[in-house]
């Protein structure tokens, strides 16, 4: 049986920007909270929770990474998390398995790009909200003016619940202690902030407030969780996992005032597809049918596939029966573990709150929902947003025979990440990413972990073909050299479609000139040259052909003669139609400070991009940004991640989808078709 009931249960994600201490300040909480005898060091490798062995070659973290500690009468499922935007699909994913989101900032650099965005997705999912101050003494800081920065940006809802004393040494009560002296400011108006804040979600305290000053602090508990609920109060709290000040506090908070799995906002499920599907809320009740989110897949190369998993509804145990999403085939849960890093530790239930790992269960997935119900339709949650991975590499095997190996290899880690992609894009292998440490991190792990190594170099624009004018082509293949020869001949017209059209073959062969049997024949002579264009060899497209006539011979015509003329018909007519290079045309979705808005949009003008719509502006608690929609050439953004980096400090990201293929300009047409190879008629 479980050793800890659904309220005793926490569940925090420690999330924010790199280098705000979250993986230090993990090992200060295993510490104090007595799970590890001292607190491990990133930079030494000897961390919980950095464990990979790139990890402690990059020292910082690259995976979220969970770990349990139990804390006076609490167990403490905390999840620590990546903070470089690289790596922004590992923290998203934690997202989805607690009830509190612990945003750390460094109290050195302030509000980064990071701090906002989760702060923003972390609301948006209807999470609980805290907000911890780390490296409260570290040198030239200024508290005060950072958590006035905090307010502006987040509103006056982040109220500090306790305040840094004797020079960041140690922390003060400010929510169950109205007395004491900080650093800056009051301890007591701090309380009473708090207080205030709290009990508007509570007409009734609201009243005693009136009318006696105060009230007490368990009369608090259930308002302080509906304001969390609510959004309507994130508290701040100040630490430093260097020194160990506030550390205590934090765990004081963890177990007494954060939410437990019933107190928090349950994540909405959904019962079948589209526009039928019915909303599920999980209840945590032990009692009922199982609900289970996967939030996280490893693979392990000695313990296998490790599917990570919240339990939201129902109590799962050793040797449970459980479904995977829409299966109707069940699996007999083997082993359950608890994970405190790399340490699996086996038990033998979970219930409501609790997070939790099964192994070699090839079928489970990313984001599948685990559940009991024989009788159940399509189980699952709403898709999580991630961003979308535009940095991209072409990868080439250094030897040969690997094809397997790679693609075996590329498939376990885009189960693991939900920001790695793999696209085939003719005999090209592409990954893509969310940049350049994220690809740097990938290929190391596929040459050390998995020994495969690879080249890379930019990916080949996917540029078409096409024609420009109507016009008429004609070839007679006639081949004699003793015994049965060959002989076929096609009279053909080719006619330009609209963009996206694609490719129509007509029949209009009259009076059997070219016998049916021959029409697949011509067809496929035509498709020879579709897949590799006569201007610069690319892939042909919005072109219709037309077949009107031809000749034939009752002993020399064979198939082979008239796929020979029907290729050469179909050369003949192109290059007298005008054959057009098409570029691939992108829509793309900047978002960035409203402040680069100009250096953006000269940047989008050199890359021949135009600007297509309103520029839309936001001023959030996300800050003031703006959204900028462009269309541009595919073959311009090779390096945009790293300019759009570079123009706004980081905080600028894009989207982008294939709009449509438009004709490249003259001089680019002239340069590709002087590097192809042109087709000989020979062959």
Request: net charge negative; charged share 25%.
């Amino acid at each position: 049986m479980p050793k800890y009931s659904t309220p005793a249960i926490r569940t925090i994600a420690l999330v924010g920007h790199g280098a705000a201490g979250k993986t230090t300040l993990t090992e200060c909480l295993l510490h104090k909270a007595g799970a590890i005898p001292v607190p491990g060091s990133v930079d030494k490798g000897t961390s919980v929770c950095d464990f990979d062995p790139l990890e402690k070659e990059f020292k910082h973290s690259l995976a979220s990474a969970i770990v349990n500690f139990a804390y006076r009468d609490t167990l403490v499922h905390l999840i620590d998390t990546p903070g470089y935007p690289d790596f922004l699909g590992q923290a998203l994913n934690a997202l989805a398995a607690v009830e509190t989101a612990a945003i750390v900032i460094n109290a050195q650099n302030g509000i980064e790009m990071i701090t906002r965005r989760m702060m923003q997705w972390a609301r948006e999912r209807g999470l609980c909200r805290m907000i911890v101050i780390n490296k409260i003494d570290a040198d030239n800081i200024d508290l005060p003016a950072l958590l006035a920065s905090i307010q502006s940006a987040f509103g006056k809802e982040c109220l500090p619940i306790n305040l840094p004393a004797d020079s960041g040494r140690r922390v003060v009560d400010c929510f169950f202690n109205p007395a004491g002296t900080a650093d800056f400011s009051s301890v007591a108006e701090a309380h009473r902030a708090l207080v205030e804040q709290v009990v508007e979600v509570d007409e009734k305290l609201m009243e005693i407030y009136l009318e006696q000053g105060d009230v007490k602090a368990g009369q608090l508990h259930a308002p302080f969780e509906q304001a969390l609920r609510d959004g309507h109060l994130v508290p701040v709290c100040f630490t430093s996992a260097r020194n160990g000040a506030g550390v205590p506090e934090l765990l004081d908070i963890f177990a007494r005032l954060m939410p437990n799995p019933a107190e928090g906002n349950p994540p909405l499920f959904y019962k079948g597809e589209g526009d039928t599907a019915v909303e599920i809320r999980a209840e945590p009740d032990p009692a009922r049918h199982v609900l289970a989110h996967v939030f996280k897949i490893v693979v392990d190369p000695f313990v296998g596939k490790l599917a990570v998993f919240r339990v939201f509804q129902g109590t799962i145990r050793k040797d449970s029966q459980l479904f995977v999403g829409d299966g109707r085939k069940p699996f007999k849960v083997g082993h359950l573990f608890m994970l405190r890093g790399k340490d699996h530790v086996e038990t033998d239930a979970c219930v409501p709150g609790d997070i939790a790992a099964v192994t070699k269960v090839d079928e489970i997935t990313l984001d599948a929902v685990l559940h009991d119900s024989h009788d159940e339709d399509h189980i699952h949650l709403k898709p999580m947003q991630y961003p979308a991975p535009m940095h991209a590499l072409a990868l080439e095997l250094k030897r040969r025979g690997d094809e397997q190996r790679l693609s075996e290899v590329l498939h376990k880690l885009a189960a693991e990440d939900p920001c790695f992609r793999i696209d085939h894009a003719g005999s090209e292998t592409v990954i893509r990413g969310l940049g350049d440490l994220h690809m740097r991190y990938i290929l190391d792990k596929m040459q050390k972990q998995y020994r495969v190594d690879v080249e890379t170099k930019p990916p080949r624009i996917p540029y078409r073909e096409t024609v420009g004018a109507r016009a008429e082509g004609h070839h007679r293949h006639k081949k004699q050299s003793g015994g049965a020869g060959q002989f076929g001949e096609v009279f053909l017209k080719i006619e330009p479609l609209a963009r996206g059209q694609g490719f129509e073959f007509v029949d209009q062969v009259k009076g059997g000139t070219i016998p049916s049997q021959f029409i697949p024949a011509v067809e496929k002579g035509v498709r020879e040259v579709l897949a590799m264009g006569p201007l610069a060899g690319f892939p042909m497209q919005d072109v219709r052909v037309i077949v009107y006539d031809g000749k034939h011979h009752p002993v020399d015509s064979k198939e082979v003669a008239f796929v020979a003329a029907g290729k050469r018909a179909f050369l003949d007519a192109v290059r007298k139609a005008r054959p057009l290079v098409l570029e691939p045309i992108v829509s793309v979705q900047i978002n960035a400070p409203s402040a680069n808005m100009g250096d953006i949009a000269g940047d989008m003008s050199a890359r021949r991009g135009q600007i297509s719509g309103q520029i839309s502006g936001t001023d959030s608690a996300s800050g003031s940004t703006v959204t900028i929609s462009a269309r541009v050439p595919l073959s311009e953004l090779s390096n945009y991640q790293a300019r759009l980096k570079s123009v706004t400090a980081g905080h600028g990201s894009f989207v982008m989808e294939l709009s449509h293929y438009e004709p490249v300009p003259a001089t680019l047409q002239q340069t590709l078709a002087a590097q192809y190879q042109h087709i000989d008629d020979g062959q």
